[in-house]
């Protein structure tokens, strides 16, 4: 006797679209859809539909799988064991387990069959059903009102009918053979009558592939559902390069609701980690294996690597894993063999086909659309410093430090804005204490950056992109780059409103009190903001989405 058989019902009188089971849902027949998963699990021989059409029955022969055909078929009740009864009983003489397959939930796949199978044989049960969970308040319906099923005079959690319920999805059960043919064993106890032994069954919970077509709505979901790609984004955030590229991943993914996103950090990324946990998206975090291992073990359709420059071995792993790539900001090697590149804060590059170099290609957060841009102000009476995510050598507290006594002297206020990497804020608040300064406010971790740029005069800020988010802003700014990369960052130069001092490390105090002296001048600030005034990033975010998702379209094709 064999271990175990897959049925699948498919009555064309049942359904509830004309033709449902032979119409194509994502380019495939739900009854083709139904026979490569089981077939993926059970080899033909040991696959039988039960058909009421021949055009079901042809498909059957054609993909050499078992039929039984009888054009009077059709059920008349959701117990789809009672009636498949003759069929099985028929089958119990050969196998010990059935697997009933329903078409209607196409979903489904042989990955969930094999592990329904798993689970239904380590407990030993005589069952096995799908089911999803829903949490609903449950109502009687008494003459034209109605009324709540539980009482709520308790005040107990689920008392007033919101109840967690187990909900039967007819994708799949597992049967036990023999139960059709056993007699029921008894049990008893001391002083009692002999009572039937309850057949076990298991539950096997399918929640978001659940989904059963029972209309044309049904059919809409399962069909977006299935063209769904897979879109991997690869980043790093840690204290020595920050977390813009988080940011932009994340902004990013926000705007791709279509299809399936998975987050890869690489090893060191333990910030980044943190960060887009909060977010409720699924992460991968790299191990010991090489990057390419743990990005292509998520079978991607479309990988975003936004972590600083590619080398050519890891794109040449992805391009031969059959994924399409994505780079931002990338000048490396493998920076040739991506399908496309954005070097938004790089403008010296030649924009082609394949490269995107420049401001038109910086994605503004959607925070700053509805923002209240500043107008131009005749005084300077509030300096916003920020220097990051992380800011690891911590300039915030340098440059403030500088520019606190003019500001204190002139009556301006300080905004001192640090991210969640920022390292030293215990610290900062101590020196803060220390200054008794009411005008400089320090925010550490804030959602909403263009808060903080509202009301702004002047800014004081590193070359990220925080630049353009302050030209859209319309805040004039003075830029001190943490390192060589970022100070190539062209941007930040004053034909876009901003004053570029230079690399951190090699501009000393003196140069950084002068320049913000001469900014606080009205007349050289008025001629930064018109530039600004100019400027428009509005549209740019759904130019670069729209980039990204026109490789999954050309991919399909």
Request: with cysteine; aromatic share 6%.
């Amino acid at each position: 006797m064999k271990e175990r058989c897959i049925v699948i019902p498919a009555i064309k009188k049942n359904a509830v679209i004309p033709d449902q089971l032979v119409k194509k849902l994502a380019g495939v027949t739900l009854m083709e859809r139904a026979i490569h998963t089981a077939r993926a699990v059970a080899p033909g021989e040991d696959i039988v539909v039960l058909t009421d059409s021949q055009e079901i029955s042809l498909i059957c022969e054609r993909t050499g799988v078992g039929f039984h055909w009888n054009k009077d078929l059709r059920f008349t009740s959701l117990d789809i064991v009672a009636e498949m009864r003759d069929l099985l009983g028929d089958l119990a003489r050969r196998y010990e387990h059935c697997i009933i397959l329903r078409a209607s939930c196409p979903l489904l796949t042989w990955v969930d069959v094999e592990d329904a199978w798993k689970k239904y044989l380590e407990a030993g049960a005589d069952s096995l059903v799908t089911v999803k969970s829903v949490r609903q308040r449950i109502w009687n319906v008494r003459g034209d009102s109605l009324e709540r099923l539980l009482d709520c005079a308790t005040g107990e959690a689920g008392a007033c009918g919101e109840e967690q319920l187990l909900v039967e999805s007819r994708a799949l059960i597992i049967l036990r053979l023999a139960l059709l043919r056993e007699t029921p064993q008894v049990v008893s106890g001391p002083g009692r009558a002999p009572v039937p032994r309850p057949n076990k069954v298991i539950p096997y919970f399918l929640n978001e592939r659940a989904i059963e077509i029972q209309g044309y709505q049904d059919w809409w979901i399962c069909e977006r559902l299935l063209r769904r790609r897979h879109v991997v984004f690869v980043v790093a955030g840690y204290p020595a390069i920050g977390m813009g590229h988080v940011f932009r991943a994340l902004m990013l993914a926000h705007e791709i609701t279509s299809h399936k996103i998975t987050f890869v950090c690489t090893r060191e990324s333990e910030l980044a980690v943190e960060s887009i946990a909060r977010k409720d998206y699924r992460i991968v975090r790299q191990g010991h294996e090489d990057l390419a291992d743990t990005v292509l073990a998520q079978r991607p359709d479309l990988v975003v690597n936004d972590f600083l420059n590619t080398d050519a071995a890891y794109m040449e792993r992805l391009r031969a894993g059959g994924a399409r790539c994505v780079n931002f900001e990338d000048e490396g090697p493998g920076a040739t063999l991506a399908n496309l590149v954005v070097n938004a804060l790089y403008e010296s590059g030649r924009t082609t086909e394949r490269l995107r170099c420049g401001a038109d290609y910086f994605c503004l957060r959607d925070e700053f659309v509805g923002a209240r841009r500043n107008p131009l102000r005749p005084d300077v009476r509030t300096v916003l410093l920020t220097f990051g995510g992380t800011d690891q050598r911590d300039c915030s507290r340098r440059i403030l430090d500088i520019i606190e006594p003019i500001c204190r002297a002139y009556g301006i206020s300080v905004r001192l804005v640090a991210g969640p990497g920022y390292a030293h804020k215990e610290a900062m608040e101590a020196h803060l204490r220390k200054l008794e300064n009411p005008l400089v406010e320090f925010t550490w971790a804030t959602n909403v950056m263009s808060r903080m740029m509202e009301g702004a005069d002047l800014a004081i800020c590193s070359a990220g992109r925080t630049v353009y988010e302050l030209a859209h802003m319309r805040v004039p700014g003075m830029v001190l780059a943490h390192h060589e990369r970022e100070a190539r960052h062209t941007f930040a130069r004053p034909r876009n409103g901003f004053a570029f001092v230079g690399l951190m490390d090699r501009v000393d105090d003196v140069k950084i009190r002068n320049v913000f002296l001469a900014m606080l001048k009205q007349a050289r600030r008025a001629r930064f903001w018109e530039r600004q005034n100019r400027l428009d990033f509005t549209a740019n975010k759904a130019r670069v989405v729209g980039l990204m998702l026109d490789l999954l379209d050309r991919d399909e094709t």
